[in-house]
Every structure is written in structure tokens, then in C-alpha cells.
């Protein structure tokens, strides 16, 4: 049977060999062919992240702080989704992202987990949260975990300086993504 066949078929409500129709209530002047539902994609892990990196294969990581842009996130496959202090600058029209607070982050994260479920979401530990004692860092990356609706690591500013905070933390049950280089929270010290 030739494919205009087959076509010609489909448009009057016949079978072709091997075609299934697509399910739906009308047929369009093009035939839709259905191999069934897609399989969902595979979520993110820390494992997954270490796997990649063992093979030495790129690795995604994109920022967002909404549902629309986290839908988006993970229809198309990214790695990592950050919920970044930036959204003081990009969102809430701060010049800086010194102002974001904990309230900021964590309602911001709400949001981007409503709308992904294969990324890794990871959360900016806003300025103030972490810097002033261990116990702080702690109790704050609980806090974004518990009350973020499903993030799964925190990120910290800073290099060696804060390698004992970090430390507290992850012992603490929580993985961290450390940031290290260009610190955006640290720049009036600079």
C-alpha cells in the first residue's frame, strides 16, 4: 500500500497497516500518527550530576523564579534549575541583590516547583542567612528545604572562607552547591 494510500485511509476514518490513529475527536487534513504516551524524562539527581561529570559530559544549569519559566526549564531537559538571589535585581526591581531575604527566596521557590519536576532546583542562600554563625547556615538551609516546596540543595557564596559553614551544613542533611569567583553578595567589600 502506497503512503498517499494510507493517507487517503486515515482521512476517512479507515485503518492503515500498522498506523493507529492518534486519539482525538477530528481528523485534520494531515494524519496524526501516535506511538503512544512519551516516556517521562528521567529526574536529576546529585548521582545523575556526578555521573555526567565521571563521564565528562556538559552539564545544564539555568536560573528561573517562576512557574511559566520553570515549565519551560524542564520541558527542555536542563540539569540544574537555580533559584537565584538575583531575582532581588531581575523581579523585585532591587539595584542590587543585598535586599532579597529568606521570605523573597523561599516564596520564589514555591513557584519554580510548582511548575519542574526534573531539574535539580537548586536555592540561593540569600545575603545575611549564613554569614553570621554556622548555626544560622544551618538552620536557614533547613528552613529553604522544608518551606521551599521541594528544592533539593542550597548554593552558599564564597570559597575557603566559608569551607567550615558549608561543612555544618551538609552534615547537617543538606547538599550544597558551593560559588566561588565573582561573588555578587561580597561586592561592597570589594
Known amino acids: 500500500m502506497s503512503f498517499s494510500r494510507n493517507v487517503r485511509n486515515l482521512r476517512l476514518g479507515n485503518s492503515a497497516k500498522?498506523?493507529?490513529?492518534?486519539?482525538?475527536?477530528?481528523?485534520s487534513a494531515t494524519p496524526k500518527l501516535y506511538s503512544g504516551p512519551a516516556p517521562p524524562p528521567k529526574v536529576f539527581?546529585?548521582?545523575?550530576?556526578?555521573?555526567?561529570?565521571?563521564?565528562?559530559?556538559?552539564?545544564?544549569?539555568?536560573?528561573?523564579?517562576?512557574?511559566?519559566s520553570a515549565i519551560h526549564v524542564d520541558k527542555a531537559l536542563i540539569d540544574i534549575l537555580l533559584v537565584g538571589d538575583s531575582?532581588?535585581?531581575?523581579?523585585?526591581?532591587?539595584?542590587?541583590?543585598?535586599?532579597?531575604?529568606?521570605?523573597?527566596?523561599?516564596?520564589?521557590?514555591?513557584?519554580?516547583?510548582?511548575?519542574?519536576?526534573?531539574?535539580?532546583?537548586?536555592?540561593?542562600?540569600?545575603?545575611?542567612?549564613?554569614?553570621?554563625?554556622?548555626?544560622?547556615?544551618?538552620?536557614?538551609a533547613a528552613r529553604i528545604l522544608k518551606e521551599g516546596g521541594g528544592v533539593d540543595a542550597v548554593k552558599i557564596?564564597?570559597?575557603?572562607?566559608?569551607a567550615g559553614t558549608i561543612k555544618r551544613v551538609v552534615e547537617s542533611g543538606v547538599a550544597v552547591m558551593g560559588h566561588i569567583g565573582l561573588t555578587p553578595q561580597s561586592f561592597s567589600a570589594l
Open 157 to 162: 557564596e564564597g570559597g575557603a572562607v566559608r
Open 45 to 68: 539527581t546529585i548521582k545523575s550530576m556526578m555521573n555526567k561529570k565521571a563521564k565528562k559530559k556538559k552539564i545544564t544549569m539555568v536560573t528561573a523564579y517562576d512557574t511559566p
Open 87 to 140: 531575582v532581588g535585581m531581575v523581579e523585585l526591581g532591587y539595584e542590587t541583590t543585598l535586599p532579597v531575604t529568606m521570605e523573597d527566596i523561599i516564596h520564589h521557590c514555591q513557584a519554580v516547583t510548582r511548575g519542574c519536576k526534573r531539574p535539580l532546583i537548586v536555592a540561593d542562600m540569600p545575603f545575611g542567612s549564613f554569614e553570621a554563625c554556622e548555626k544560622d547556615a544551618v538552620r536557614n
Open 18 to 27: 500498522g498506523w493507529r490513529k492518534c486519539p482525538s475527536r477530528s481528523l
